[in-house]
Nanobody, 121 residues
Framework: QVQLVESGGGSVQAGGSLRLSCAAS?????MGWFRQVPGKGRDWVAR????????DYDDSVKGRFTLTHDYAKNTLYLQMNSLKPEDTAMYYC?????????????????WGQGTQVTVSS
């Protein structure tokens, strides 16, 4: 069983930065971030496999967003730089205790409550 608590969302102007945090309880095998705008499904943003530290990013955020994981605190961070208005969404932390940890929201059994990110132009 894994519980996730997110923090760090907010409002920022285009070009600015935000850092999201996701504190986990339990022992996830993988963790990731998704985002969702009203009326659409959850889109995958990034993921990390905790055993080896391997990370993957969606092309839309590659080079701008960075995942880090503090193993002592069991907390995942998403550093978001050079933010664009199209990054505006509710961001959700996701985790699971086994593969596949894919890029579909159906791959994850554990979710945080979400944190809003708003980027103004």
């Amino acid at each position: 069983q894994v519980q996730l608590v997110e923090s760090g969302g907010g409002s920022v102007q285009a070009g600015g930065s935000l850092r999201l945090s996701c504190a986990a309880s339990g022992y996830p095998y993988c963790m990731g971030w998704f985002r969702q705008v009203p009326g659409k499904g959850r889109d995958w943003v990034a993921r990390i496999y905790l055993a080896g530290g391997s990370k993957d990013y969606d092309d839309s955020v590659k080079g701008r967003f960075t995942l880090t994981h503090d193993y002592a605190k069991n907390t995942l961070y998403l550093q978001m730089n050079s933010l664009k208005p199209e990054d505006t969404a509710m961001y959700y932390c996701a985790a699971d205790v086994a593969p596949p940890c894919g890029t579909s929201s159906a791959s994850y059994n554990y979710w945080g409550q979400g944190t809003q990110v708003t980027v103004s132009s």
